[in-house]
């Protein structure tokens, strides 16, 4: 497990290297005029800004809504943890594009701030609900026994326990904001990332660029001290789960309501928007009253293109992810610790900084696979392994290492113990995992564009590419189609994750 993890750290920084060393061909006095600009300081504003803003609203939103769907009596509870979870089907820059249409003033903090967080809750809500989902309802019942309230015996016994599911949530909506690209540069909001772009497009500055990236992974390893030093070392999992038996909602009586129409809203906000303006584009399209160069017959092409890519990125990117995650729940030291650190650390860099890296590797040392899928998965390994190791390491530490170690007790050697009792434990999480990597995979855009081989398009590329030549009516049926290929993978985790595993 240890040395699988070095070699996946090991991938995750050949990239940062490589832009170290290309910011590093800038030169010491040409850095200095480049960072110390009040062009960055505004760029640093702007990014801190819109991280704050956001994790603050989507943490309240997914723990609230977790809470609502999993703990109360709220009618429909399955079908609102469906539409919670359906907006990681919707690209952001879709989302954005659907914004802009319907408020075409809708621009800087404000529309970022706003977008970002309906895309993003459900990185807070997934977790969250799991966790709530199978937590021992006695922490509950012995806050109330000892006098507190509903809402003291929540904060007091129920809240602690979603910490690692929570700060892994906001760990990962501050990584996407920091790389993000599409929903900034439709809602013209300047940060760094969209900033490197500019570098490398208008001034073909690779170094420049990579410097500016530099400042990127200096706010992830903030970040990740921040994470590290508020997740602690408490532990979590338990032998056995007390007694058995069903868990007594919370009854919101004359909050029921309110309740309802909160949940309504966040949906028709997160997803009513974008999928109406989706359905207007699309019939305007099929109905003639717009011009569209749209053709179902690469539609379907593209379809393929896209599922293959996901599947593949997704199951390598759990196998990947799992030796790190386990190291760092089972084995906490200072070695798991910089292998974490160096997964996120890639994970930040923005998409097309990763992919310029790639190809500088693969034209220099390995040209053979150079225009192959090979490379394109890489980045998408690097860029999203964070989402499957979240998921995973939330698993591992509800998951007790005594009964492995009592399984090796009684005969079972090392992997049969593990294929026996940790992996069907993690299973949840690592299902998680996959279909997070998987809908991420399918709307990535910026290191898709640059490592794609040649004729190969997935449906986020085709959308930008229509949506960038104003053809609206042409870019729904990719929109379209990326929500109905998210939609039924979506509802398979969370019917497995409704089947817990006894502990």
């Not at 990332?193 to 706010?219: D, K, P, R, Y």
């Not at 910089?338 to 860099?349: D, G, H, P, W």
Request: charge should be positive.
């Amino acid at each position: 497990m240890t040395v699988a993890a070095l070699a996946v750290a090991a991938l995750c920084v050949v990239p940062l290297v490589v832009v170290v060393v290309k910011a590093f061909d800038v030169g010491p006095a040409a850095a200095w005029d480049l960072l110390w600009r009040p062009r960055v300081g505004e760029l640093l504003r702007n990014t801190a800004g819109l991280v704050v803003c956001t994790v603050t609203l989507t943490t309240v939103l997914g723990i609230g809504t977790a809470w609502l769907v999993e703990r109360t009596s709220l009618p429909g509870a399955r079908f609102w943890r469906v539409l919670m979870v359906a907006p990681l089907a919707v690209p952001a820059f879709v989302n954005s594009y659907a914004w802009v249409t319907v408020r075409p003033d809708l621009q800087g903090l404000d529309g970022a701030v706003l977008v970002t967080t309906l895309s993003y809750f459900p990185f807070v809500f997934l977790p969250v609900a799991a966790v709530l989902r199978g937590l021992d309802q006695s922490l509950e019942d012995s806050a109330r026994s000892l006098g507190l309230g509903p809402w003291k015996a929540f904060f007091r016994a129920v809240l602690p326990q979603l910490r690692p599911a929570a700060l892994g949530g906001m760990l990962l909506v501050s990584l996407h904001l920091l790389s993000e690209f599409g929903v900034l540069a439709m809602l013209r909001f300047p940060t760094f990332t969209t900033a490197i772009l500019e570098q490398f497009q208008v001034a073909f500055s690779n170094s420049a660029g990579s410097l500016l990236a530099l400042v990127l992974i200096a706010l992830c390893l903030a970040l990740l001290t921040a994470e590290q030093l508020l997740r602690g070392t408490t532990r979590y999992a338990r032998l056995g789960r007390g007694t058995t038996r069903r868990a007594l909602p919370a009854r919101l009586g004359r909050w029921t309501v309110p309740a309802l129409a909160g949940m309504a809203l966040l949906t028709v906000l997160a997803l009513g928007v974008p999928l109406g303006s989706l359905v207007y584009w699309f019939r305007a399209g099929s109905g003639g009253l717009t011009e569209s160069t749209f053709d179902p017959a690469e539609l379907v092409s593209t379809l393929w293109g896209t599922l293959r890519l996901a599947v593949l990125a997704g199951l390598v990117s759990v196998v990947a992810a799992f030796p790190v995650a386990w190291l760092i729940a089972r084995r906490r030291s200072w070695l798991s610790v910089l292998v974490e650190r160096a997964t996120y650390v890639a994970s930040s860099l923005p998409g097309v900084v990763i992919a310029l890296a790639l190809v500088t590797l693969a034209v220099r040392y390995a040209r053979p696979v150079y225009q192959t899928a090979a490379v394109l998965v890489a980045a998408y390994v690097v860029l999203f392994i964070p989402r499957a190791m979240v998921s995973i390491r939330a698993s591992l530490a509800q998951a007790p290492e005594e009964l492995t170690d009592a399984a090796r007790a009684l005969g079972d050697r090392p992997m049969r113990a593990f294929l026996r009792v940790t992996l069907p434990l993690t299973a949840p999480g690592v299902l998680a995992g996959f279909a997070m990597v998987f809908i991420a995979t399918s709307t990535e855009l910026t290191a898709t564009l640059l490592l794609a081989p040649t004729g190969t398009q997935t449906l986020a590329t085709a959308f930008w590419s229509a949506s960038e030549s104003i053809d609206y009516a042409g870019a729904a049926p990719y929109a379209a189609a990326l929500v109905l290929v998210s939609a039924p993978l979506t509802y398979l985790l969370l019917r497995r994750n409704d089947e817990e595993p006894a502990l």
